[in-house]
């Protein structure tokens, strides 16, 4: 029987450097098979490949993608898209039409013509499908980031497809709305889907697939079933990944807040308030995690400590003083003081701007700094967040997604801040250099007393590096307390949230 | 609690906004018009008056009272809704209205075609942006843009008209009906005003398509099998309307008042050509009357276009940026 | 296919280049006069008279070798001035929207009561009051700023909610680095497109005030058009040439620009 | 080369006469919204042509001859203190009622009211006020000045003669057309009116159009839209007609018009009357008359009124650089810069202006062309300081002419001569001494005079063959249809 997918050979270059280097593999019809690989190694752009599809700068040198008997590349077959794969990409933020209300976008993903009187109807089942509300009549603008992936998902399997390529489908997830979506794929693949899923969270897909493929630096290193790759890496890079090391012990930092938030009410336009009385303090060197369900006003938050959401109530402090809400009113020493890695690293940086320029603006504005040391300084932040240096001149666009990501923290901690407030930094990254991140903001945290709050939905992460937790449920704080006590290490990770999320 | 109600005070608050620029507009160009050269009355007496005349006339006319109070007296007036007497003695609302009518009718057939053509046409040049279309589109419309509106009338005509003999050369609208009545004499005209608008937009919308197409969520859809036509319907238009409506509106606004050439070249009866000569020959209350209804006509217009980019942005409209 | 555009695109320089080399020599290679007649009115070209005469027995190709460069320094200046002020207005206004409410109505209303005034009676209260080239210059360029203005702020609008000007906000970039480098660059297509048809505009509006009596050279490439069309039939050269002129600027410099758009990459989108 | 007209324009067709019945549509420059039925409110030509087949006079001109239109005499006192007017009998109104004295005494006081956009400028010569119904047909009209020749200026001058009673915008005339349908700027239809004293006109309907734009004007007739076209543009004529059914016409030499230019002779440098004569020798009448006019016309010897009666048709000046530098320097303006001013009030003014710029350059004089838009053009005060004025005047009585002149300070010739003799051709009753008078006023004009007329322009129209009887009564941009049809 000839598979369903079959790559052969397949080389992408961009510039003269290799991204995906002879990379070959099979996949049969209900089949399910996960890519893992470190952030940059190709997984990407080899899914693209598959769907006939080369990233500007990105151009294909040898090899094959032939799925269903038909070639992807140089020019995609019609039908190959949506009708045979159905896709969802790395970066909902930047996926969503934004001018389309999501149940119009949803709609054409069924790629048929829905009666009007059931439309509604129809939307909503597609949402529910992956643990949403209706949220047809919003526009995606107007969603959280977990909201927006599901809708992705949604979209991708409203038309029924063979295969589904999925790109880090679940990195904005909690763990409720990743085992729901992780169930509904799992039942796709028993139906017959074949399932090609790039993830590094190895442990939540060991239910679902059959085989993992592992890549490094564009190499395919390792590809066996499930259980041979995780229990038995042979390849180093496997051996790596798989070796999860991040532990930091969680101490009690005591002394004043630096920053101390009180009472905020929040919301967006005329609808219902998001956050109500929520208050928070973390102090130097302290790191405090927020952790909620997806939806919940994390991000919401998150902007609002930032300066950039106007709250309607509430009090803020910065080392005692009071730090205006509207971000223009703050001084640039308290705007340096506090700053905000947000959630969707496409959006945050300008696509026409080098790393090398979003790495010195914070440098010439908030920092004063001499010109001569910029160059210095740009290559320390990105050794800091384990980017190569080489990387300084490239734009946005010829990034991999966790490589933007970690430019993003790399920005804002050129300002060098009292501050840093985290959005999901490390969703995008495979476990070995989300751990490196980790620590190397635990090491700041030391040496500099810089406070963390780190919005997370992974109590994993909260666990490892949190020393207390604030819980948020319904838009209010239901829990707050040393990380210690709230998620016992005893617990396993399902069991810290239901319980978490249950006692709330 | 209802969506509308911050709109309503936004749109509120600018037409009495609006108002208040009409005011200072009518005030300013009363003033204006004062200071430029040339004298109503020695301009339409001609060379057979002597300065003795002219003097006399003025006095007659109260041309020789200050500039505020003939204002005040004019301002007084068009609150009863009276536009005042032309300098040849016809009541301004009269000599006004069929005219004002006869434009709106041009530029509202002009702009009729020139929202699905230039969109269709924008849209489709950046579509294939680089190939024949695009080619053909972008130095089709470069081409009219670079030629002035009366250059293509006159070309028009000369092949339409005089050689082909398919259209009438000139508007001849008989006494007592409307241009309505003989819609062949509409063609050259709204032809004429279309291709240097369409030109124009095309190339606006061009670009703003242009930029959307390398937007990200475009190559998502791509990816995600969505049809070209999905995407350009759905992402494409949209995200040019905004600027593009900008375009159409102040292009529609314009040809009322200003296709003063085409109406030149077609002897046709609108107002584009009225307010050039009253300006030239000083009839001052037929070009205040003129003033103040193009502005009051332009300023709703704005408001109309500010709200098509609140109405027409995602962000501005659920954002309560009204 | 590839090779043909690659042809296209150096053909589109180098007419640009010839154009502009044109305007800038013209005067001194111009075998007359501007205004000295050669010959008789409307005569068909010849050795005498390359591209024949004009409509006073003029040489039409020294007036367009003369004409070239005031419809550069007046036209030009009039089309660039516009949209800059336009553009900087509507892009502030866009920006002002998310931080400085009071700016918007305070930089968009002066400009809607610009557009709100015809354009001819504009043009003419400007130059009684300025009866010079700066004057008109002034002139053309106000009208033409409301207009410049709208396409910037609608345009502007759609990308000035993004994070990454949020962000440049929150670290508290000048009001420079937000227009020129955050926002400028996601809209610069539409602004170039509107830039090229103020020129044209400007050329024509500029031939108009020549007729108004506030002509600021005697063979200006616009007024060359306005004074051959009664006697086009009769000597299209005259008309042609001028017409050809005006556009190869239009299209090379749009063709170019289009190029310039595409290359840096880290200036325009 | 280009420069040959493509055919030559023949004479308005003389050798057919119109036949009784059928619509004549024509084509005239319009003035837009501010034309008007009044006939003292409308000035543009299709309001002039109009009210001439609306409305009639006391007078006409047949040619340059007076003929008798409403009034059969105007017979003036002995002293020209006064006249009597006897009035045409039999005449009816449109609307039926009977022409009287009354009427024509309500309308002297009508046209000279100031409050008329076009006041008459008769009032200048007659005291209206003081005028006297004699009898039905009789009036005794007193005079402000001497007069000799008062039917001279009643022709000369608009002098419609409106119904007493009945606002002038009705329209209620005695003339061969009574107007059926208007609209400004756009159309007047006109029926024919089948009382008429003079007998009923040719076409049963008269259908005039306006245009503003002289090729607009063209294209009508060219397209079959309309049947006839005056003061077509040279350009126009010389394209040609594109059908075997039409011809250009020329209104042959009456109705040329004068073009040139008035010398400022109240300052320096055109006070002395030699650097008046080195700009008539200075210029190129031939090339001007060529270039401008496309040769559409003839030089001119630089008197004005060219075709009215008792004009000097002297021969014009040769060029002759030589003698004009001499001149210059004589009165020692070598090199000096004087201004002209100018704006395109009529097609060609700007050119000449030009033109002439380049030709004086060659005797040593340097004219700036100062060129203003066409509402300030006869702003006296730049007028005074201007030092030279382009100028047109079409085949007007020299009295109206030279009067008009003299009216601008800046612009008559400041010379007693020239004042006396204008003064006697006005008050006296003697032909043989107003005769007389005009040609003493013409040697000086020539002699020292500040008028450079340098070209006779023909008047041309655009007409299908079978219009017949187009007259030209005055001026030829705007002709007589009272007597016109199709043939
Ligand atoms: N257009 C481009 N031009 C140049 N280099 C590019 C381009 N796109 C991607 N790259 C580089 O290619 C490599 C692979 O990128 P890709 O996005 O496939 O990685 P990935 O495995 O998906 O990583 P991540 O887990 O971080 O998303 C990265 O090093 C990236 O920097
Ligand atoms: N502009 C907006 N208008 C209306 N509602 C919004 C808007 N932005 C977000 N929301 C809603 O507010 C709620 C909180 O959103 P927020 O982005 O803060 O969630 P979150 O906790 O960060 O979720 P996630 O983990 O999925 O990122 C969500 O239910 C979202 O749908
Ligand atoms: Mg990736
Ligand atoms: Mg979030």
Known sequence: MTPLLQATDLTLVAGARPIVERVSFALAAGEAVAITGASGSGKTSLAMAILGHLREGVTHTGGSVVVDGLASLPVPPPGLRGGLIGYVGQDPGSSLNPYARIGKTLLQATGRRVARRERAGVVAALLDRVGLPDLGTRYPHQLSGGQQQRVVMAAALARDPRLLVLDEPTTALDLVAKAEVVAELRRRSVEGVALLWITHDLGSVRSVVDRVIVM?????????????VLDRPVSSAAKHLLTSACTTASTTVTGPPVLRAAGIVAAYGRHAPVLTDVGLDVRAGECLAVLGASGVGK????????GLHRPSAGTLMLQGESLAWDIHRRSRAQRAA??????????????????????????????????????????????????????????????????????????????????????????????VTQSDVLRMLTELRAELGLAIVLITHDPEVAATVSDRLLVLTGGRVTRTGPTAELLPPSESPEQRVRHLLANS | MTTAHPVLRHVAGRLVTSLCLLAGLSFLVFVGVELLPGDPVSSRLGPTATPERIATIRAELGLDRPVLTRYGEWLGGVLHGDLGTSSIGQPVTTLLSSRIGNSALLAGLAIAFLVPLSLGFGVLAAWRRGRTADRVISSGSLLLVSLPEFVVAGFLVLVLAVTLRLLPAVSLVPAGSSPLARPSVLVLPVLSLLLVGLAYATRVIRAAAATTLRAPYIEFLRLSGRSEAEVIRTAVVPSVLPVAVQVWLLTGVSMVGGAVLVEKVFGYPGIGELLVTSVQTGDLPVVQALVLILGAATLTVLVLADLAIIALTPRLRTGGAA | MKRLRGWAVTGGWTVFAVVLVVILVGPMIAPHTATHPVGPPFSLPSGNALLGTDHLGRDVLSRLLHGGRPLLVTSLAAALGGTLAGTLAGLLAALASSGRRWLEPVLMRPLDAIAAVPPILLLLLCLTVMPNRTGLILAVAITSAPLSARVARAAAAQVTGRAHVENAIARGESWTWLLGREILPLVA???????????????????????????????????????????????????LMPVAGVALLAVAANLSSDRLAHRSRGLLA | SSAEPAAAPVRAGAAITPRTGGTLRAVFTGGGATESLDPFAGGSPVDLVRHDVVFDSLFTFRGNELAPALAESAVPAANGRSFLLKLREGVVWHDGSKFTARDVLA?????????????????????????????????????????????????????????????????????????????AGRETRLKKFEQYWNGPAYADEIVLTSLTDPQAKVNAVLTGQSDYTADIPYTSAKTGANSNDLEIRTAGDLGRVGFGFVLNATKAPFRDPRARKAVRLGIDRQALVDSVLLGYGRPGNDLFGAGSKYFDAREPLARNVDEARKLVRAAGIEGATVTFRTAEYEIGYNASTQLVAEQLKDIGLTVKADVVGVPEFFDVKALGQTDGIVFSIGAIPLLVAYTRLAAYPTLGLPDNQLRAAVSTALASTDEKQRQRAWVSVQTVMADRGNTVVWGLADTLSLARKNVAGVEVRGQAKYPYLGKAGLA
């Open chain 3, 189 to 239: 297509g539409p602004l170039l497109a509107d830039l090229g048809v103020r020129f044209v505009a400007a050329v024509y509006l500029v031939a108009a005030a020549g007729f108004l009596g506030l002509s600021t050279s005697d063979s200006d490439w616009g007024l060359l058009i306005v004074e051959a069309l009664p006697g086009a039939a009769l000597q299209p050269w005259a008309l």
């Open chain 1, 216 to 228: 490094d630096g564009g190499r395919v290193v390792e590809d066996g079933p499930v259980a041979d």
């Open chain 4, 107 to 183: 309308s002297f006081q009508y046209m000279s009211a100031p409050q008329r956009p076009y006041p008459s400028e008769l009032s200048a010569y007659f005291d209206f006020s003081a005028a006297k119904v004699v009898d039905e047909l009789t009036l005794s009209v007193p005079t402000r000045q001497a007069v000799g020749d008062p039917a001279l200026l009643l022709a000369a001058f608009p002098a419609k003669i409106v119904k007493s009673g009945v606002t002038a915008t009705k329209a209620i005339g005695t003339g061969p057309y009574r107007v059926e349908a208007f609209a």
């Open chain 1, 299 to 306: 991000s919401t938050l998150a902007r609002t400590l930032a």
């Open chain 1, 338 to 431: 506090v700053q905000l890695v947000g959630q969707n690293p496409a959006e945050a940086l300008h696509p026409r701007q080098t790393v090398r320029t979003a790495l010195e603006r914070p440098l010439v504005r908030l920092r004063a700094l001499p010109q001569s040391e910029y160059a210095g300084e740009v290559k320390l932040l990105l050794d800091a967040v384990r980017l190569p240096a080489e990387l300084a001149d490239r734009l946005p666009g010829e990034l991999s997604g966790g490589q933007r990501q970690r430019v993003a923290l790399a920005r804002a901690l050129a300002a060098r801040p009292e501050v840093i407030v985290c959005d999901e930094i490390t969703s995008a990254l495979d476990t």
